[in-house]
């Protein structure tokens, strides 16, 4: 049975100080996106172009992706196509077993987490390394990635070195962030070397030229893929853009939402194998063509993978990612992940204040927190919502339904948390778990507005 968001994010915030950490650390980095958005005045307008550049493509899918199979083909790139989760790994270890490969790095690629392609091989007697520092530090601990850009954002320097000095042999208690990176450098590095096939994601691919773009910050897709001599990237079908003119666009929006930089440190462009060298793509369906029918979710296939909507949520902030149960977390796993496995993920699109803060971040303007309003509704209908909450929304619904009752049950409710306030801060309250109860009002807005409102105008 599939944990709930409720009871993985209650655990989550049983250790408060790190809770708070974990809040702050994400505003700061949501702050940092404000400032580098609100530092070009034509922000909005690149957000449009990307949403209908967007849009376009989804409109016109088969044609791009047959326009990129042909032209990556004559560019001596190996095409695959995988109609299922299972049918990427299968294609992946199919590579290998041809090649007798031993040794494998992959850099950060969220579709192969998707896909779970790393429990598929070590199943098989194959180890992969995943590159990515902080990807790495996670697969150490045998932890999923916490948020899809920062995926140890849920520790602190002290349990990476802790971490470091039970696999990398560090020094105990050494907390410098720069004596464990060299330590992270140097063993990521003889893993480079040994390499014998690199494993990428694709952040774009480009129908025009056939060629794909891996953004990373620590450079090491590119230090997997120019060392090994089989480069296999992975893309779901929704990352094909129709030009190269149009990266520009993507590459301007992605890092500054992701972190705040202008541009990702390594913007790498892959166009054909090197000599001697096989390059193969894999292109994953795996549920996209299901939610590109679905009219109500479609434009959640328009995500670049930016992360803003996690740090600007605050949800994802106080409950952190593991929280979410699935690959993709945040406000955006929860629009994705119930297309995927409905009954599996049917608690995540609930995990939401419905704020609206992600759909004014997201950089192509994914209309996300209608989506989960959206999603809710799917899963009432489909049956998948526990009794309780059945029968406390239809209380709801009827008691929104008439006002009087509306006003009256009000009026008691103020008053049993003001003369008697036992009766709802106890640990039979959900509400009142690890959280105060607020200080009722003397009176309604209504009331105050009935008193008030008039002498407000003028």
Known sequence: MTPKHADLAEQFI?????????????????????????????????????????????????????EFEEKATANGIQIHWAA?????????????????????????SMLTE?????????????????????ERIVQFRKEAPSHIVLPAIHLKKQDVSETFHEHLNTEKGNNDPQYLTEAAR???????????????????????????????????????????????????????????????????????????????TFSSHFQKPRDGQEMHIVIVDNGRSTQLGREDFRNSLKCIRCAACFNTCPVYRRSGGHSYHTSTAGPIGSILNPNLDMKA?????????????????????????EQLWKWRQEIVKNGYVDTTKK??????????SYPAIYRLTGKIGRWVMRVVPF????????????????????????????????????
């Open 391 to 400: 029968i406390g929304m239809n209380g709801m619904a009827v008691l929104f």
């Open 345 to 369: 993920n049917s608690d995540l699109p609930f995990a939401s204040t419905l704020c609206g803060s992600c759909t004014n971040v997201c950089p192509v303007k994914i209309n996300i927190h």
């Open 423 to 458: 009766i709802t801060n106890n640990q039979l309250n959900p509400w009142y778990k690890q959280r105060e109860m607020p200080k009722p009002p003397k009176e309604s807005f209504r009331d105050w507005y009935k008193k008030n409102g008039n002498s407000q105008k003028n």
């Open 186 to 264: 140097g063993h990521l590095r003889d893993k480079f070397v040994e390499s014998e096939l690199s494993i990428t994601g694709v952040n774009f691919a480009i129908a025009e030229t056939g060629g794909f773009v891996v953004c990373t910050n620590e450079g090491n897709a590119d230090m997997g893929a120019h060392s090994a001599a089989v480069h296999i990237a992975c893309m779901g079908f929704e990352k094909i853009i129709p030009k190269a003119e149009h990266l520009a666009v993507f590459l301007r929006l992605l890092a500054r939402s992701a972190t705040g930089q202008p541009i990702t």
């Open 84 to 108: 299922t989760g299972e049918e990427h790994n299968q294609i992946i270890h199919k590579i290998i077993q041809k090649n007798n490969i031993q040794r494998i790095v992959k850099s950060k």
């Open 114 to 134: 998707e896909c779970h392609l790393n429990d598929y091989l070590e199943h098989r007697g194959i180890e992969v390394v995943d590159s990515d520092l902080g």
């Open 14 to 66: 049983t250790d408060e100080p790190r809770t708070n950490w974990h809040d702050e650390t994400l505003w700061f980095v949501r702050e940092k996106r404000d400032k580098a958005v609100h530092g070009i005045p034509e922000w909005e307008d690149l957000r449009e172009w990307g949403s209908q550049i967007k849009n376009h493509s989804l409109s016109n899918l088969s044609q791009y992706l047959k």
